[in-house]
């Protein structure tokens, strides 16, 4: 299977070199040049993640060097489990899908493993790949916790300082090589400009042989599939139903895997695109036109995105139009939804999922009891406890995996926001180490 840009101009291209080079270099986006489209109809829903993810990737690796292992890059990447819970007996149509238990309690993990474990994969005689992840929230951790202890590739973690939580810039800060983190002096955007400005620079993305782990990344998105696919299919055999999915949504990644699967056959009904005051694509959703715009802060920080990394993806659907719906939920609304589910259940959504939730509400009873709906649950609510602890009026314990992230000793790197801190510090990664 090969990819090809969204502009259409340029060749086709493997998995591998996609994966590789990020954009395409028209400016566009690679996407497969056409989905299989019967891959996943046959899932029962015993399969594990593991197996499911195979299954839904293995076409589009199919011929090139990372078929061989994809059994095993699987079986690495989703080694947690993504269990579906009832969150309000007294109200069963409602499931929730919960991404957070992987070592860094948010769905990120999903992608960002398999990336990292493919690169490690791809590791050839020149020297490691390095990984460049601006970070205001989980993409950092994730990449992170995968990277540490690989060969063959490593990573830089660019943060901004005084702009992330106490426990975001513990979870940035505490892996080990071959993981470093940069405490920016500025804020996301400064993180984000710093890196583009590395690529741009052709000799020293040669030199490190520079590799982005954001979401327009194919190993990241496409995987995603997989537990919305699985979990689909475990609804559907317990109800004969395909389930309704709502996806709370910032860059699209998460949103285009869904369309993505369900167009290859997976049991996915209507999928409800939930974002937060951030309104660029509930506008389109309502004009047809997308206008990206700057982005506003919200309590779902992980969302807040004025352009959507992936959109182009996301209009180079065929057969788009009523497929697909955007709910747009305001923080008041969160905060709402957060304490009612509290109140009437015990169950405590993040931020982000609360959007979910709210989009849940906010359908019609018709809609409603049509058919059962799963709602992503994109991160663990400890992640956000000094949002959530407030509304709900408890504490949040931290589960296993994010209490061995808080034993870990933290390190960062004060760098100001200019590419020479970060060519020096790219410099002083090639040093041999003196022991
Ligand atoms: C990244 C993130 C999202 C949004 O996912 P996209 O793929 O960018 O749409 C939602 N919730 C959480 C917790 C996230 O970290």
Not at 13 to 28: C, K, Y
Not at 160 to 173: E, I, M, N, Y
């Amino acid at each position: 299977m090969n990819f090809v840009s969204t502009r259409r101009a340029g060749a086709p291209v493997r998995f591998e070199d996609a994966i590789l080079a990020g954009t395409a270099q028209d400016g566009g986006l690679y996407v497969p040049e056409r989905l299989p489209d019967d891959t996943l109809s046959a899932l029962t829903g015993t399969e594990c993640i593991a197996q499911t993810a195979r299954i839904l990737l293995q076409p589009f690796v199919e011929g090139g060097p990372l078929a061989p292992a994809l059994d095993a890059l699987c079986d690495e990447a989703f080694d947690f489990d993504a269990p579906l819970v009832t969150p309000d007996p007294a109200r069963p149509g409602l499931v929730a899908l919960e991404l957070f238990h992987g070592p860094t309690g948010a769905f990120k993990d999903f992608g960002a493993r398999f990336l990292i474990a493919c690169l490690s994969r791809l590791a050839d005689q020149d020297g490691p790949r390095t990984v460049l992840a601006a970070t205001s929230g989980d993409t950092g951790g994730a990449v992170g916790s995968a990277t540490q202890g690989r060969a063959g590739v490593r990573a830089i973690i660019l943060f901004p300082k005084g702009r992330v939580s106490a426990f975001q810039r513990h979870q940035l800060t505490c892996w080990d090589a071959p993981v470093s983190a940069l405490e920016v002096e500025g804020d996301f955007d400064a993180c984000q400009a710093l890196v583009k400005a590395a690529f741009a620079d052709a000799g020293l993305a040669a030199r490190h042989r520079l590799t982005s782990a954001n979401s327009i990344n194919l190993a990241r998105l496409l995987p995603q599939g997989a537990h919305l696919a699985r979990a689909c299919a475990q609804v559907r055999s317990r109800t004969g139903i395909a389930p309704g999915l709502i996806i709370p949504t910032g860059n699209l990644g998460h949103g285009v895997a869904a369309l993505y699967a369900r167009a290859m056959g997976a049991s996915i009904g209507p999928v409800i695109l939930a974002t937060n005051a951030n309104a660029a694509l509930a506008d389109w959703a309502a004009t047809g036109t997308y206008r990206p715009r700057p982005s506003v802060a919200t309590l779902a920080n992980a969302m807040d995105v004025g352009a959507a990394n992936n959109f182009e993806r996301l209009a180079a659907l065929p057969g788009l139009s009523g497929s697909v719906s955007v709910e747009r939920v305001e923080d008041d609304a969160i905060r709402a939804r957060i304490i009612s589910d509290y109140i009437a259940s015990g169950y405590v959504w993040c931020p982000h999922s609360a959007t979910g939730a709210e989009a849940y509400a906010r359908l019609g009873a018709a809609e409603r009891n049509a058919r059962p709906w799963i709602v992503a649950a994109t991160a663990h609510p400890y992640k956000f406890a000094d949002i959530v602890e407030p509304l709900i009026g408890r504490a949040i314990a931290p589960p296993p995996a994010l209490e061995a992230v808080l034993s870990r000793p933290s390190r960062a790197i004060l760098a100001q926001a200019d590419l020479p801190a970060l060519t020096r510090h790219l410099a002083s990664l090639e040093e041999p180490v003196l022991s």
